[in-house]
């Protein structure tokens, strides 16, 4: 079986109707067990205190506004390059879901950085990408609703995800290409000594699961919507034209 069969949409809708019950339950799960244990069951550090705990939701929600991205990079370049309309509705679909995490880490990564470094903004260069990274999400949003033929806005909108996948490539490796930031190094690292204690990590990992499937679901439901109002459309337009 070839991967290329669920670029048909309705082999695509037959799959992910099949899948969505299976990973809907496992976000939930993941999310509802992750959270409870790292906000409620873990003890506060040693030197953060209680604010350590926001990164169960910082961490995961930067790893995905990231990876989202990327996602969209790897579709939008199917489209351009293999023209599968469920390839580019995939990517359209997932910019709104990837906007809402860049804005959660944004948000939460001020709360980290009032009492940790002073103030709740810097200029880093890891803070900046990823500012430029949500600005990008939005013009990308945008672009789809500015053009009315599909085609030619899976086209443009393929292209500036081109672009915005330095940004994306910055805010992950700002990090190790500009040392003066004010930003601390992974919190997930095959190094035992940079990587963050047990107590820590293991509801962490949860957490990151718990993000990943909740954005799968996020994902297949509204590609199936997308699927439909393209649908739709075109039956309007037979409509009129007969």
């Not at 496992?26 to 409620?40: I, K, P, T, Y």
């Amino acid at each position: 079986m070839s991967i290329w069969e669920y670029a048909n949409p309705k082999k695509f809708m037959q799959t992910s109707s099949w899948a969505l019950p299976f990973v809907t339950v496992g976000a939930v799960g993941c999310l509802a067990v992750g959270l409870f244990w790292g906000f409620f069951l873990t003890p506060e550090a040693t030197n953060f205190g209680s604010t350590v705990k926001v990164i169960y939701v910082h961490v995961p929600s930067a790893m995905m506004a990231i990876n989202i991205w990327v996602m969209m990079l790897v579709t939008s370049l199917i489209w351009l390059i293999r023209r599968h309309h469920v390839s580019a509705l995939a990517a359209k679909a997932a910019a709104p879901i990837g906007m809402v995490m860049t804005l959660i880490a944004l948000i939460t990564g001020a709360i980290w950085g009032q009492p940790m470094w002073g103030t709740w903004w810097e200029w880093d260069p890891r803070l900046t990408s990823f500012l430029i990274l949500f600005l990008f999400y939005l013009g990308y949003m945008a672009l789809w609703e500015a053009i009315d033929n599909p085609d030619t806005a899976a086209d443009l909108t393929g292209v500036l995800c081109l672009v915005g996948s330095v940004f994306a490539l910055l805010s992950r490796y700002a990090v190790n290409f500009w040392n003066q930031g004010l930003h601390q190094g992974a919190t997930l690292s095959l190094d035992k000594q940079e990587n963050i204690s047990d107590v820590y990590w293991f509801p962490l990992l949860l957490c990151i699961a718990g993000f990943v499937l909740l954005f799968v679901t996020l994902l297949l439901l509204r590609t199936r919507t997308e699927i439909r109002a393209r649908r739709l459309k075109a039956l309007e337009q037979r409509e009129r034209m007969a």
